[in-house]
């Protein structure tokens, strides 16, 4: 019997090992949806997300989303594997993000940045969603130079930390304005 159970804890930890690193997570989401300005839009704006494990990444990408809408933007919102996320032309913002694991963004939002061929005028940024409430330094610097080594235009990163989700959002929202 402790055998059994042994097996069956070993291969959980094995299968939840191989959805991080394979960034199978990704694959679910692949829809999308059009938030458009109240008023006349200022602008066009593509936030995509991984939604993770937790699905905390699709709440902080839609709160960023809703953000980007409030100050004029009309906004699509994708998941990284939809068909919006793969026709990135004609925006004036693009954000990406997902979960943060081991101080890495997943494969997908990586791969996503790499695709990217912005206009120069083209503001991007990133985010990151940590699970915790501390903000780790080593963590932001890994990301940084994962991000430097993946484009080469420049990004604005923000984390986001459990218990201040909104604030977080809003200031990527902010740092994204011209």
């Known amino acids: 019997m402790v055998g059994i159970v042994i097996a069956i804890v070993a291969i959980l930890a094995v299968s939840a090992i ?19 300005s109240t008023g006349a839009a200022t602008g066009r704006a593509l936030v995509v997300y991984d939604p993770g494990l937790s699905g905390s990444p699709k709440s902080a990408a839609h709160q ?28 004036d913002i693009i954000v990406a993000g997902g979960p943060m694991y081991f101080g890495k963004a997943t494969s997908s939002i990586e791969g996503f940045i790499r695709s990217l061929t912005p206009q120069q005028q083209t503001r991007l940024g990133v985010f990151v969603t940590t699970g915790s409430s501390t903000y780790v330094n080593s963590d932001f610097s ?15 990163i923000q984390m986001v930390l459990d218990g201040n989700v909104t604030q977080n959002c809003a200031n990527l929202a902010s740092n994204m304005m011209p």
């Open 18 to 36: 191989a959805a991080i690193f394979l960034d199978l997570s990704s694959y679910i989401d692949t829809g999308s949806q059009t938030l458009n």
């Open 64 to 91: 960023v989303a809703v953000d980007l809408q409030a100050k004029g933007y009309d906004v699509d919102l994708a998941g990284v594997r939809s068909n919006v996320a793969t026709n990135t032309s004609g925006y």
């Open 142 to 156: 890994s990301l940084q130079q994962q991000l430097e080594s993946a484009t080469s235009h420049q990004v604005t």
